[in-house]
C-alpha cells in the first residue's frame, strides 16, 4: 500500500512563476519606492527617517507607571517635561499596558560637567579623607571614581556630593590594596524625570519606574555602524556560500533578494513609526536567515531539475521545480508565521516590535524567493550564460556551441560500438546453438546407418567449423 503525504498543493500544478514575474517585480518596486518616499517624508516632518530607539539616537528613556485611576492627559506630561528643561522630550502612554508611558529625552546623564567639577571641588574640601588622585568622570557616564589615600566615611561623603548637586549612592570601589577607591552611583535619569513629573503633576503621580535606559550619543552612533556593518558582512558571506555551494549565477539572486527583503521590512518600521533599535538589526539578521535559507532549497530544487532535463529550456525547469517546492515553502513558512503571531498578538514592548519585524520578513522572504531570486538567476544566465539549460562556466557555454558537433558525434560512436558489441554476442549465441543442434542430428544419423548419417554428419562438422562472426 503506498503511502500518501499531506500536499497543500495537488501534484501536477502548473502555475507561471517565470511568465508572471514582471508583475511581481513591479509590485516590489513599488514597495521600495513607497518605502523610500515615507522615510523622505518622515524626516522632513519629523527630523528623522526611522523612529530611532535610544540605542540608536543616544539618550534616555523610562517606562513609567502612573497612579491607579488618575487620569494624566499625555499633552501635560510634554508640557511638564518640557518646563522641566529636557531636550527633545517625547512622550508616549503604552497601548498593551495599564497607565503606563515612556519617556524619552535627549539627556543622557543626570548631571553636567560644569556640575561634576563641583563635586570634585566639594570632595577635595573634605576633612576626613584626602583624594590621592583627581576624579574619574566622562561626560553621560553613570557613574564617579574616587580614589583616597584614607578611608573615607561614606555616609558623610554622600551627603556631601549630594549637596555640591550629586545625588547618588557611593559605595566601596575596587583597585590596590594601598588605595581607597569609591564608586558615586548617580541617580539615574529615569528617578530624575520620576521626581520632574511627581513635582509638576502632584506627587504620587508616578508611583513606580518600570524600566530606565541611558546610551550616550557617541555609543548611540557606533551601535548605528554596527548594525549596518553586521548586515552588509551577513549579505557577503552569504553571497560567498551561495557562490561555493551552487554556481555564481545564482548568488546575485539571493543576495538581491535578501536585500529586498530587509529594505521592505525597514520601510514598514518607517511607515508605522515603530522604534527602530538594536532588537530590530536582530530581527532583520534573523529574516536574512531564515529567507536564504528557503531560497537555497527552491535553488537546490532547480539544479537537480537543470541536470535531468538538459535539452528542455531552463525557464521551463524552473517553472517545474519552483511548482514542485511550492507545498513545503507555503508549509513551512505558514507554519513560522503562525508562531510569530501568536508571539506579535500575545507579547509585549520589544518582543511585539520584534514579532512584528519576523512577521513582514517571513511574508516578504516567502515571496522573494519564488518571485525575485529565480528571475534574477533567469536574466544572469541569460545575459552571461547565453541562456544554456545546463550549469556551465561563460566559457565553456562558449566552447560548447563550438564543440557540439564533436561531442555528438563522440556519444554517437559510443552508442554504435555498444550496439555492435551487442548484435555480435547475439549472433555467437545463435551459432552455438546451431552447432549443438547439429551435433544431436549427427548422432542420430549414425545410429540409424551409416549412408542415411553421412550428409547431417558433414553438415555438423562444417557448423563446428564455422565461426561465429560478430
Known sequence: MAQKFFEL??????FPFVKTAKYFIALSAVLIVVSIATMAFNYSTRGSALNFGIDFAGGSSARLQLAPGKDVPIQDVREALDAAGFESASAVTVPDADNQIIVHVKDVASIDMATAKGCEEAVNAYPKAKLKRPMSYQEGASKMFFVFESAPVYSELEALLA????????????????EFPVELSLV???VKIQDELNQALGQGTVTAIVSSETVGAKVGSQLKADGVKSLLYALGFIFLYVMLRFDLRFAPGGILALAHDAFITVGAFALTWKEFNLQTIAALLTIVGYSINDTIVVFDRIRERVALSRDTPIEETTDIALNETLSRTILTSGTTLLVVLATWALGTGTIKDFAFALMIGIVVGTYSSLFIACPVFLWVNRRFYGGEGHLLTPDDAAAATVDAGTVLAAENAEV???TGRAIGDLRAEAAAKAASQGEGEA????GVGAEDGDEPAKASRRRRRQRPQS
Do not use: H, S
Open 9 to 14: 498543493i495537488p501534484p501536477g500544478t502548473r
Open 163 to 178: 549637596k555640591a548637586g550629586c545625588v547618588g549612592k557611593v559605595d566601596k570601589g575596587t583597585g590596590k590594596q594601598d
Open 188 to 190: 539615574g535619569m529615569g
Open 416 to 418: 554504435d560500438e555498444a
Open 443 to 446: 548422432d542420430k544419423g549414425q
